[in-house]
Every structure is written in structure tokens, then in C-alpha cells.
């Protein structure tokens, strides 16, 4: 069931609701058992098959959770915290690497080892992730032992499950544990749905828009000029945004209506001015994550440059091979790693050259740089293969000339001498999707980098967990644009609303659902 | 408890009010004529290509107009095939054009299926299109594609998406747009599809660039494709077996079946031969000889992808953007023009006065003589336009 269609929005949604409060006047146990019910029902929705697998995971690390948390600290404590991490590690290389691996050594060594063809568990990666940390926290003695009914919804919860954000239990067992969520709030509903229906219109109304001129350069097998590429990147770029940005939004704004705050997974990504600040913008909870639980145990910062670097770049592949079994995940980790060692060395070579603080400019050009090799790193991120990726970019710097549609050519009249001066070439056909590819990507670019994002839109009201004030970006309209619960804005939000209702008829996937 | 419930009152409102106004547009401009609302000139009496709904609006119309003969194949057949040309009443005949632009031939047969649903076709034209023909060796030959009804569900999803969607809401728009265009994206109500914006394209581009922009996609269309016709081990393929289950089922049912293989223009058979596909193309018209034979006297098979005076017709040089095509849009869509030929070649036998190689009915006796009689037309063909032809390969050479 997607959070995008009609069986989802009004059968769905309601009836758990109505449930939720219903029998949560009972007790909360019971309120929190139909949440859970209700969001295994979710998940078996999407297939059946693995709703074994989910239950055998929830109880087999609860299990270990309770007594690792019990001998914290101690050499049994490790032992079973080794058992547990290995056998979910183990489960979740044979179910989202075995053909990954099996493939990687048939083409090394030249072998010819049959391939497994697992379907992949949807949310395998998050519910394995939501997890893991728990047990580390409970060896660590961080985590509090809670009822099974508030971890089986921890993990399952129907707004996080699929697609995250990661959530982490210190930040959701105590909300499962509030008696006021149990109770329907007219606050909640009206933040609630005012973020489901800003993350529904990003998915609807702007992902979906983008994804019909981002798709074709990535499956047209043919070189593809220097604009024709670039469109097309840019488009996938802004897509992506849009789609988990959004898929994160309806997710806050779902979670809300059940009295429920999420984490922030997205601040506004493309404003960052370094690569740094990108992933803390970026999928933020996946990136906390990885942060906790593996640079800080690899040695994070501690052990000088040289091994910071390492531990960077370890994180970052490790970090792209968690979004897909294959080597174009890889090499686009690879390239954040790599990134960031470069910003993290250009900082320190900065403050020893004693530069000062950046001026304007230089913002604005470390947005810009950013956002490039962000883009270029997209590239890989997208493609179905290698060579695909690296026909783009080769079209990405011009090596297969510049193009533009014959019939836009004959139209633009006076410049038509400077572009042939230029060496600028021209195709037959494909005007309307090149004119429309800019324009969804200048609307989608003036969105992205001008206008306050969802939370800072719903900053005075605690849309999330975090206080999205503290890393404000600065945008237009900010003003303007703060939300409050007046008659204006429930205007605004009901045609909103509307708009993305009426652009359901063809739910598309979220794009997130596959790592 | 009024006040505090204010927001979500007005965002109610709001929300009902937009749903509301969407709804009642669309109904009253009807872009897919479900509702059946009064035809206003000026607003909503031209209906435009319904794009993603062309199906369900075919099927609809299907159900609504109980055609007696039908018109079925791929874009070829929509643009090409008129179902109110007069052969048909001469016939006395009232025919649909159910072709699916961009579809096989199993979409071809679900629709003669879906029309079956109300009323028996007398006379049935299928275009075949020999791209469709082009196999994996180990494609899956799948059973005939049965009726498919539309359930309740489907009814409701189809309805509401033509109330209650963005989609629609365009379509009510582009409806209205349609209505005052001077070369309007329509479909008739008989379910041709005139093209009309094609001649707005060729106004403004000329054909050359229609024909070019068209033979690039179709190059490297073509160096894609298998060059088989058959699956391993058989001596048919998923779409061959559709066509013997077509003739099959036309045999049992007494229906009057035309399988048409479509007038190409010259500049794609000269890409079918540089593209290595020539020998598939002519074993694929012996096979379906063969299968067309099986079917008795009612099944006639017609080709009319020879090189005749109307096939060959010149493509205007570049630069050119005045002298109009007259049988072609582009090489792969002739123009209705020249799809009233073949109508009345198939429609009205003797009526025709010199067909020539135009449209020749292909039996087992007349094959080899048939395809002799094509190789050497190509050959002439060759000779006397080689800029063309050589233009023409090195356009598939470069598309490997």
C-alpha cells in the first residue's frame, strides 16, 4: 500500500486511526497492539511472504535485546550482542546480497555459480537498522526495557517501516509509552495533515513530474549530448528530492495524527555549502546511523587524519552498498567518501592557512560546487549500469557535442549565428520534452534552493523531534510562508490537498522502497 | 469547539469545494465522452486523443456503437484506416477503428474480443505489422488472450478517472484548447485518429524533417531487434500464434478476416534490408500465407508493402518545407489518403481499376512469384534512386 493511493488514504488510514483512539481508551497496550496489528497488516499488503520474516527478526532480537540489556557490559553481554549482529548482518547479506556476491565472483574469477533470484523483503535494510542499534544500546546499557507490545510497534510502525527515517527507539518507546497520544488532539490533526499534504504534493505534483523527463536518459542506451544530459540529470536530481523528501514528510505528518513525532530526514539538502553539510541535510537519520554505529566504532576522529579519511571513506561505501546490491551504489559512496575527505582536508588547510570567514560569494560558490558533485554522484546512484553512467557523464562534459532541438533552433532567431559560432548542433524532434525538462527543473531549482522547507514552514508548531530554528537556511518568504493554524492556510492546504488527491489516479512507487 | 475545529473546517471546505468544481468541469466537457453530455461547439464537440485512456475509451465506444465491422492493428491502422470511408456502407457496414496506437497483437485481439462482448463482427481488418513479428529464439509462446469484461471495479476506476482526476481535468482542458486549434489533437468518434497536428508540424518543419526525425528512431529501433521470426524448435513465435488463433477463431465463427500487412514506404524496406531483417520479412510472409491458407476462403491475407508508384513517392529534400507528401506522414504512417486505397483494394475487389503491385492477395500458389516479383522492384529501385538508398544505410550504420 503506498502512502500515494486511494486504499491507503481513505480505508487505511481512518479505520487504524478510528482503532487507535478507540481502543486506546482501554488502555494503551491496546492502542499501541491495533497500531501494530495494523501496521504488519501494511507490510503483509506489500507481500505476504516475509511477514514470517518480520516477526521472526521483531522477536529474535527483542529476545536478545532483553538479555544482552540485562548482562550489559559483560563478556556474555558481548557474545550475544556478536550472535545477534551477526545473524542479522547474515540475513541481510543472504536476502539483499547473495546474487550481489555471487555475481561479483562469477565475473572475477570467471565462474559460473547460479544465481539465487531472492525477492528482496521490502524495509529489510531499515528494519534490520532500527534494530541493530537497539542491541548495541542495550550492551552499551542505553536502552530501557519496554513492554514487547511498544518494541513490535517501534519496528513496525506503518510510517517508518518501509522507508524509513531509521528511527532509533530512545526517541520512540517513551512517545509508545505517553497516555496523551493515545488521545485524538485537534492540534495533531491539523499539523499532521498540513505535512501529509506538503510531502503528498513534493511526491505527486513535483517527483512524479520530474520523473517523466529524468527516466529517458537513463534508459536510452544512445550518447547523449551536453544539454540533453545535463536536463535529464538535473531532472533525476530534483526528482529524487522531491520523492523522499515527500515520502519523509507524509511520513512526519502521518506519525503526527497518532500523536507520534518522527525525526527530521530532510533540511533543505541542496542549500549546504560543503559536502558535510549535505549529509547532515540529507536522509539525516540514515546518516546519524552511520555516524553512531560505525565511524565512531571504527575510531571516528580519534585516532588523527589519516584514519579519519579511512574511517570516512569505509563509511561512505559501506553507506552506499546499504542503498542497493551493486557496484554503481558502491562507486557512488565511494564518491562521497571521497568528497568529503576533500572538504575535510580544504578546512583544515583553510584554518592553517589562516583564511578567514567565507564572504558571500563563497557560499554561494560552495552551494554551487555541492550541489555539481552531488549531481555527478547521482549519476551512478541512478544508472542501471556502469557503462550507462559513464556515457552520461561523458555527455555531461560535452564530448558528444552540444545539441538543440532543430524546431527551438528555428525559433530562436537572432542567435541562431552565435550558437553555430559556438559549435552548437541540432537534433530533429524531442522540443517539447527539452523545453519542458528546464522548465520542471528551474521550478523544481527555485523551490529547492529559495523556498523555506517543510518544517521551517511549520517551524512555531514542533513539526518534529528536532527544532528545525536551529539550522535554518536562509530562503525566501519566510514570513510569509510560516504556518499557523488560520483560516488562510487551511484554505491553502485544503486545495493543496485536493490537487494531490486528484493527481492519485496512477500511484508511482517512492523511490526509497527498493534499498 | 467550533473555533477550534476552524482549521480543519476550512481545509474541508476547501478541499471539497476544488474536488467539487473539478468534477462538475469534467463532466460537462465529457473529454472522453463517457457522460454522454450535450456536444457544444466551441467547448467540447471535437474530443481530443485521450492518450493513457485510449483503451478504456475504445472499449466504451466499442460497447456504445455495436460496429459490425472492425478495424484493428497498431498507430499504422488508427491513422490510416477510416471506418467511415463509404466502401464501408456500400458494404453496409457499420465499422470501428479499435486499433491501439503503440500495441501488439494481443491488445488488437482483446479489443475484437471486448466488441465480441456486444455485437458479432461481420468484417474484421487486421494490420500487421512485421516489427511486431520479431522474436527472442526463446520467447514464451503464450495461450490465446481471452475476453477480458470490465468488472464494477473497473467500471467505477474508469468513471472516476474521468471525473474525478488531474488527468481528466487536462483532458476537459486540452478538450476546450482542441476545439479552437487549427490542427487539433483528436480522435472521431468512429475512432479514427486524423493526425491532424501532423499537418500543423509539417506546415511549420516540412515533411523532411517528419521523415528524418522518424527514420533515426526507426534506425535504431531496427539494429535493436531480433532478426528472427520464430521461436527455437517451432515455426511460430508469440505473435504468429495469435494470428493462427485469430484465423482459427474467424474459421469457426464465419467472420470475414483481412490481414493486411501495411504499405511501408520504401525508405523502411530499404532499413529492413540494411538492418539484415530482408530474409525474416520474407520467410514471415511465406509463414503467414501458410496460417491464412488454413483458414478457408473467408481469410485473406494482402500485402501491400511492394514497391509501388505510391510507396515509392519522393521524400522532399531538405531544407524543402513547402511540397507536401500526399500518401505519407512519415515513412512507418501513411496517410488516410492512401489508407482509402487499400480499403477499397480489400473492401471492393474488382472495384479498383489498376492496382498493380499495390495491395496483392497472397496465397500459397502466388508466394514465390510474389516475392520475386518484390526483390526485383527493389532491386530497380536501387538502381535508379542510389543517393537515396545509400543515405538510407549509412543512417542504419550509424545507428549500430
Redesign the interface.
Known sequence: MLFNSYEFIFLFLPITLIGYFVLGRYGKGFGAGWLGLSSIFFYAWWDYRYVLLLGASIVGNYWFGCHIARAHGTRKGRILLGVAVTTNLLLLAYYKYADFFINTINVAAGADLPLLHIVLPIGISFFTFTQLAFLVDAYQGKAAEYRFVYYVLFVTYFPHLIAGPVLHHKEMMPQFDMDRNYRAR?RN??IG?TIFTIGLCKKVLLADSLAEYANPVFSDP?PQSLLVAWGGVLAYTFQLYFDFSGYSDMAIGLSRLFGVKLPLNFNSPYKADNISEFWRRWHMTLSRFLRDYLYIPLGGNRHGPARRHLNLMVTMLLGGLWHGAGWNFVIWGGLHGLYLVVNHTWVEARSRMGFGRRSAWGRVAGVALTFLAVTVAWVFFRSPDLPTALGLLKGMVGINGVELP??LV?RLGFIQPMLESLGVDSY??GTTRFVMTYAWVAAAAFIAFAMPNTQEIMRRFDPALEDPRATMAPSLALDRLTWS???G???????L???G??????PTEFLYFQF | MVR????????????????VA?VAFNLVVDPYGYVGAPRIPGLNALKPGPG?ELVAVKRAALARLAPDALILGNSRAEVGFDPEHPAWATRGLEAYNAAIRGAGLEAAVRMLETARQTQEPEVVIVGLDFLDFLTAPDAAIRPFPNATSESVIDRFQRW??AV????A?RDSVRTIIAQHGRYPEIITDRGLNPLREYEGIAR??GYH?MF??RA??NA?AYVRKPSGIFVDGTRSSPSLSIVEGLVERARQRGTELHLVIYPYHAQILVMFEAAGLWPAFEQWKRRLAEIAAKGGPGIKLWDFSGFSDYTTEPIPGAGDTTTEVRWYWEAGHFKKALGDLVLERILLPGDTADAGNFGVRLMGANIDAHLRRISQDRDAFRTSNQAFVADTEALVERAR
Request: charged content about 15%.
Open positions: 485537534i490533526f491539523e495533515l544512445s532543430a524546431a528555428a530533429l524532434g493554524p488560520r483560516l492556510w487551511s484554505m491553502a492546504i485544503g486545495l490537498l485536493g490537487a488527491l486528484l493527481s492519485l489516479s496512477r | 477550534r475545529t476552524r482549521y480543519l473546517c476550512g481545509l474541508g471546505v476547501s478541499l471539497a469545494a476544488l474536488l473539478v493513457s472516476f478517472g474525478g482526476t488531474f488527468g481535468l511549420v518543419e524533417a528524418a526525425q533515426q528512431e535504431r
